[in-house]
């Protein structure tokens, strides 16, 4: 009876961390995650109702927005960004035959081209701290298998995938 143990598999060096899609699910779940480990969140959403330390609001998708949205939760934190969260996402479902290229440009808007923004302004915040930090990108099991209706969301999130892997090359001898 009562709730389990818990039990924390990470370890973590910093104390400042940057969520996009912080307001609800996956987001709010790692928002909460981390301010149990002491650390200070700043959430980045379209959406109020975030329960981080420091709430922006901002759309990842847009290069501006995003990056006025990022320099509020950095200068929120103090300046300073040890982790970061690409977890903002949409979806949406269509045929490749009658699918307009709006809707394939709306969801690899904030699926990839987000993500590829927060990825580029987390590691220069990570680098200019000089302690090293972690960068987690969301991805899917729906980039992997195939399904009707989603080549969309299918190919943003391998798309993410193969670019974690290729962030991990190029930045990560630098902590």
Request: with cysteine.
């Amino acid at each position: 009876p009562g709730d389990p143990p818990t039990v924390s598999i990470l370890s973590l060096r910093g104390d400042t961390a940057i969520v996009t899609g912080g307001a609800n699910g996956i987001g709010a779940a790692v928002v909460a995650g981390l301010q149990a480990q002491g650390v200070r969140v700043a959430s980045i959403d379209r959406q109020p109702g975030a329960s981080a330390d420091v709430v922006v609001e901002g759309d990842v998708a847009e290069e501006a927005a995003r990056d006025a949205a990022f320099a509020e939760a950095r200068d929120g934190l103090g300046g300073r960004c040890h982790y970061a969260f690409a977890n903002a996402g949409v979806s949406g479902v269509g045929s490749i035959l009658t699918m307009p290229a709006a809707e394939w440009d709306r969801v690899h808007a904030v699926n990839l081209r987000g993500v590829f923004l927060t990825l580029q302004r987390a590691a220069r915040a990570i680098r200019a701290t000089g302690e090293g930090g972690s960068i987690v990108l969301t991805a899917s099991t729906a980039g992997i298998t195939p399904d009707i209706a989603l080549s969309h969301y299918a190919t943003s999130k391998i798309a993410v995938r193969h670019l974690a892997a290729i962030a991990a090359h190029e930045h990560g001898h630098h902590g």
